[in-house]
T-cell receptor, first 111, second 114 residues
Framework: GQQLNQSPQSMFIQEGEDVSMNCTSS?????WLWYKQDPGEGPVLLIA?????ELTSNGRLTAQFGITRKDSFLNISASIPSDVGIYFC???????????FGKGTRLSVIA | ETGVTQSPTHLIKTRGQQVTLRCSSQ?????VSWYQQALGQGPQFIFQ???????GRGNFPPRFSGLQFPNYSSELNVNALELDDSALYLC?????????????FGPGTRLLVL
């Protein structure tokens, strides 16, 4: 079945550092999404990408949709303690198809 | 705060039992999706309901079933529970149509099967 590979699986960083994580697929997808999940909560949408090559920002977060439509990265600048959580990429091909999620990148921020 | 609520928050069952999980969608949302999230994994799509009809299903056996009510609240039923059914069950509501990626997730129900 469809599979997304997220890397790294986990990362520990110092507060104030920049973070980069990515997501790859063996298949082409037309929509790439990044979610964050806090403990005891459901995932919350951070950024949605619809066009190959598109670069989108949301505050300190920046994400890019790869030109091949098989990958995406998420960058977080100047990390703060509340950035702690699990970051998931998710993909779909059309509005009516279900989301497929990666296994997540667990981010820990050391103050 | 997404406006999507789920109950109960936690549940313990034994193998072979049946369970019903409930979801209250965000106001005005006519589409609800259910996901299973095993420990250390991303959410996996179970099925989706649109205006009280199932309109998409993932790779889950028939003992996973659902209902959506006229007020768009929803239930997930699992029969003949197995140990591997232990997971966080998430529902997500959306307005349907082409941009269903704006799904608002509830906090989930954590199910433990012993």
């Amino acid at each position: 079945g469809q599979q997304l590979n997220q890397s790294p699986q986990s990362m520990f960083i110092q507060e104030g550092e920049d973070v980069s994580m990515n997501c790859t697929s063996s298949s082409i997808f037309n929509t790439w999404l990044w979610y964050k999940q806090d403990p005891g909560e459901g995932p919350v949408l951070l950024i949605a990408l619809y066009k190959a090559g598109e670069l989108t920002s949301n505050g300190r977060l920046t994400a890019q949709f790869g030109i091949t439509r098989k990958d995406s990265f998420l960058n977080i600048s100047a990390s703060i303690p509340s950035d702690v959580g699990i970051y998931f990429c998710a993909v779909r091909n059309s509005g009516n198809t279900p989301l497929v999620f990666g296994k997540g990148t667990r981010l820990s921020v050391i103050a | 705060e997404t406006g999507v609520t789920q109950s109960p928050t936690h549940l313990i069952k034994t193998r072979g039992q049946q369970v019903t999980l409930r979801c209250s969608s965000q106001s005005g949302h006519n589409t609800v999706s259910w996901y299973q999230q095993a420990l250390g994994q991303g959410p996996q799509f179970i099925f989706q309901y649109y205006r009280e009809e199932e309109n998409g299903r993932g790779n889950f056996p028939p003992r996973f079933s659902g209902l959506q009510f006229p007020n768009y609240s929803s239930e997930l039923n699992v029969n003949a529970l197995e140990l591997d059914d232990s997971a966080l069950y998430l529902c997500a509501s959306s307005t349907g149509g082409a941009n269903q990626e704006t799904q608002y997730f509830g906090p989930g129900t954590r199910l433990l099967v012993l």
